[in-house]
């Protein structure tokens, strides 16, 4: 069956504008994560979905930041007035939704801030 | 201290070699345990689940060691097709939250 499926794979933007990603989990998938990962580094855990429960955010490096899931699918990662700081990888995963199942990777979108 | 820790390599081998690599984690009460592998590049791939007993895939053996709180990857007959990063991730008790190590870089050479 489909994977995850993320867009854009690329994206080059610059300072100060706003971005969207999308991520697009596996059918039937309850929980979704989107990660971080800058060059060379591991991944950095920013927010997670489960059913309509209230998303944990914790990880979220700052108010530009935000996610929303609508209908328990499809999940948008907005960054608003992007710095070069945000330049990395967001990884996108899903899981059937029980604790402690395997995580499924999409892609990745490889965002670039100039 | 890291939740999860690995040894960033990179392990350079020649093909056909046996290599091993370790990964401990701090949180006792960790419950799952995976292995993954990430090309260049590319997303995290599984490339095994840890169970308590050990398993073994072909020519790669996940271990378990609950008592001094590590888990173990060997890749036998190593391939030049082999050289990754592998990613140690572990779950806490059955909840949500996933923590990846840093990874491990292997370069098998022919």
């Known amino acids: 069956g489909a994977g995850v499926s993320q867009s854009p794979s690329n994206k080059v933007t610059e300072k100060g504008k706003d971005v969207e990603l999308r991520c697009d989990p596996i059918?039937?998938?309850?929980?979704l994560y989107w990660y971080r990962q800058s060059l060379g580094q591991g991944l950095e855990f920013l927010i997670y979905f489960q059913g309509n429960s209230a998303p944990d955010k914790s990880g979220l490096p700052s108010d530009r930041f935000s996610a929303e899931r609508t209908g328990g699918s499809v999940s948008t990662l907005t960054i608003q007035r992007t710095q070069q700081e945000d330049s990395a990888v967001y990884l996108c995963?899903?899981?059937?939704?029980?604790?402690?199942?395997?995580?499924?990777f999409g892609p990745g979108t490889r965002l670039t801030v100039l | 201290r890291k939740e999860v820790e690995q040894d960033p390599g990179p392990f350079n081998v020649p093909e056909g070699a046996t290599v091993a690599f370790n990964c401990t984690y701090s949180n006792s009460a960790s419950q799952s345990f995976f292995w993954y592998r990430q090309d260049c590049r590319k997303e995290p791939k599984l490339l095994m689940s840890?169970?308590?007993s050990g398993n073994e895939d072909g020519r790669f053996t996940a271990q378990l060691n609950r008592a001094s709180q590590y888990i173990s990857l060997l890749i036998r007959d190593s391939k030049l097709s082999d050289s990754a990063t592998y990613l140690c991730v572990v779950n806490r008790g059955g909840t949500y939250k996933y923590i990846f190590g840093t990874g491990t870089r292997l370069k098998v050479l022919a």
């Open positions: 840890v169970y308590s």
């Open positions: 059918s039937g998938h309850t929980a």
């Open positions: 995963a899903s899981t059937p939704g029980q604790g402690g199942d395997t995580q499924y």
